[in-house]
């Protein structure tokens, strides 16, 4: 039975011969370049049903507004239409819209919240 020698293993890219003795190989380090993640706006949207007072204090405790900020953001999404109370990660997102929905729910609410990547 003949037997093959063992095959060379390819050489990485991070691989390389250096030119001290000839024999001896060193490892270079590649950094990876690693994209921010995709954040997500968090979004309210207006209803005529809701109260004013209610959003704002759904403002102040989910997303961290104090009274003025939370009164102005009310204030765009009763004019707007909607409004945007935060930017975060998708899962940081998710869960502050699902808070607003069950605060909205318990409180007998049909306020509205969805969250959209940030362009």
Same mark, same amino acid.
């Given at each position: 039975?003949a037997?093959q ?8 890219p ?27 706006? *968090?979004?309210?949207?207006n ?5 004013m007072?209610? %959003?704002?204090? /759904? #403002? +102040?405790?989910?997303?961290?507004k ?7 953001i009310?204030?765009k ?6 409004? *945007?109370c ?6 940081v997102?998710?869960?502050? %819209?699902e808070? /607003? #929905? +069950? ?15 940030v362009?």
């Open positions: 039975m037997t020698p063992p095959s060379i293993p390819p050489v990485s991070a691989v390389r011969n250096t030119p001290d003795d000839g024999d001896s190989l060193v490892l270079e380090r590649r950094r990876q370049r690693l994209q921010p993640p995709r954040m997500y706006q *968090v979004v309210m949207l209803d005529d049903f809701t109260p007072e209610f %959003v704002i204090v /759904v #403002l +102040q405790e989910f997303f961290g104090d009274r003025e900020s939370a009164t102005q009310m204030l999404i009763h004019l707007d239409g909607r409004g *945007v935060g930017v975060y990660s998708q899962d997102a998710a869960t502050k %819209v808070q /607003v #929905l +069950q605060a909205a729910q318990k409180a007998g609410h049909p306020l509205q919240a969805t969250f959209e990547p362009e």
